[in-house]
């Protein structure tokens, strides 16, 4: 389950609520620990990354477009790589403090992959996902 | 101005109707056409055909992800690649006699550019950009 002190946090600093909270456990458990855990037949983050991916790619399409109405469409794109980096998602996490919630199996996490950034950007993107079918584009 | 005849098209074919019909003659002006008449301050379909990226990104992935519950996400990304393939949008953009109505540039015209597949592929993006700024993604 999903931490009570988590969903409290998300409503409190980020005004969300999930109406659907198992998606919510789903982006935030790592394939390690499905893996480890068959037995309660969880799912793993990856599809909602898959899905996060594309809505993050468009939120901030929409956002560079809108914001630099004369800004031609090559340095959109070096704009759009530039804001989608693994780094910055990663740091949206920590602020977020998406880092303590993930669940992973033991091998990960003696191997200290809570603090890496490919899956703290994964996980980042996983939560968009999730967002993103439990609530829409617009909030 | 983009032809009567096209808006009746978009109309009676795909029930689509712009409310703003200067994203529509942006989404139909090819960069050649946009140089060769700056005289009339035209702008050309390459920061629609940015947005149009994005948005047939998350359309495909969406609808990839719901109709495949069970696909993991390593599946679901390649036949994301295998639909967004040139070749696909620039059919589509032929279906809709897009061909017919994308405003170009002489020497554009003359090389055989209209019938061209990156050409109706980018033209294709730039209409779901349009379309897109025009409606949403909710139709």
């Known amino acids: 389950m999903v931490a ?6 998300l409503h409190s600093r980020f005004g969300i609520d999930f109406n659907n909270v198992d998606l919510l456990e789903e982006a935030f458990t790592h394939s390690s620990y499905a ?3 068959r037995e309660l037949g969880v ?19 929409e956002y560079l477009f809108k914001k630099y109405p004369h800004v031609p469409e090559g340095k959109l794109t ?9 780094r910055s998602f990663a740091s949206f996490s920590r602020e977020a403090h998406f880092d303590q919630y993930i669940r992973l199996g033991n091998g990960e ?8 950034d490919t899956l703290l950007e994964d996980l980042f993107e996983a939560f968009c996902g999730a967002l993103f079918l439990d ?3 617009k909030r």
């Open 109 to 116: 996490e003696n191997a200290g992959a809570r603090h890496r």
């Open 35 to 37: 893996n480890e855990h």
């Open 4 to 9: 009570i002190e988590f969903t409290r946090e």
């Open 43 to 61: 799912h793993n983050n990856e599809r909602l990354e898959f899905l996060g991916d594309a809505v993050l790619e468009l939120t901030v399409s």
């Open 135 to 137: 609530q829409g584009r």
């Open 78 to 86: 070096r704009m759009r790589a530039a804001a989608v980096q693994t």
